[in-house]
Antibody, heavy 116, light 106 residues
Framework: EVQLVESGGGLVQPGGSLRLSCAAS????????MSWVRQAPGKGLEWVAK????????YYVDSVKGRFTISRDNAEISLYLQMNSLRVEDTAVYYC?????????WGQGTLVTVSS | EIVLTQSPATLSLSPGERATLSCRAS??????LAWYQQKPGQAPRLLIY???NRATGVPARFSGSGSGTDFTLTISSLEPEDFAVYYC????????FGQGTKLEIK
């Protein structure tokens, strides 16, 4: 059974940093592109970043370029999102998702709240 | 940036009725369109990928159609568990999602 479990969310002040993790199981993690998708409270979905199976290519939505870094450790079967210079508008539930024609499996999400 | 516009914003129907949800793209996305279902407090669930392919485990009452700029998600006979928010998403040019259609019980 495919499982994705996020962790690392919490309350942080504007300008602060947070590192999200996503532990994967039930599939060959190193074969798949992986993404982070976020959802602000009461709002729709927004793709944030994606990473190639071997980690050699990374892509970001414009609003997080230069502030967020996606990475992965295929030996640890984990995906990460390092978030720096956080803004109030980054407040959202962050989901990790596997890419296979679309986003075919999602984690349960972790809430990031940016507030003073 | 490709903008996806979903209609209607809210759809009020009764169990057993047929639901038709629309998604229109600002430019052609070929068949690179997916549909997701999201219930309160849960992650989205993939229903349809590449416009018309049902994802693993999705009941046959869900079907997708369309290509280019106009797409439809049809639920042939609504079950109580189908009342949720539905999103379309394109992967033709990066990724974008529609704003969602809330399917509520009438």
């Amino acid at each position: 059974e495919v499982q994705l479990v996020e962790s690392g969310g919490g309350l942080v002040q504007p300008g602060g940093s947070l590192r999200l993790s996503c532990a994967a199981s039930g599939f060959t993690f190193s074969n798949y592109w992986m993404s982070w998708v976020r959802q602000a409270p009461g709002k729709g979905l927004e793709w944030v970043a994606k990473i190639k199976p071997d980690g050699s290519e990374k892509y970001y939505v414009d609003s997080v370029k230069g502030r967020f870094t996606i990475s992965r450790d295929n030996a640890e079967i984990s995906l990460y999102l390092q978030m720096n210079s956080l803004r109030v508008e980054d407040t959202a539930v962050y989901y990790c998702a596997r890419e296979n024609h679309s986003f075919d499996y999602w984690g349960q999400g972790t809430l990031v709240t940016v507030s003073s | 940036e490709i903008v996806l516009t979903q209609s209607p914003a809210t759809l009020s129907l009764s169990p057993g009725e047929r639901a038709t949800l629309s998604c229109r793209a600002s430019q052609s996305v070929s068949s690179y369109l997916a549909w997701y279902q999201q219930k309160p407090g849960q992650a989205p669930r993939l229903l349809i990928y590449d416009a018309s392919n049902r994802a693993t485990g999705v009941p046959a009452r869900f079907s997708g159609s369309g290509s280019g700029t106009d797409f439809t998600l049809t639920i042939s006979s609504l079950e109580p568990e189908d009342f949720a928010v539905y999103y379309c998403q394109q992967r033709s040019d990066w990724y974008s999602f529609g704003q969602g259609t809330k399917l509520e019980i009438k």
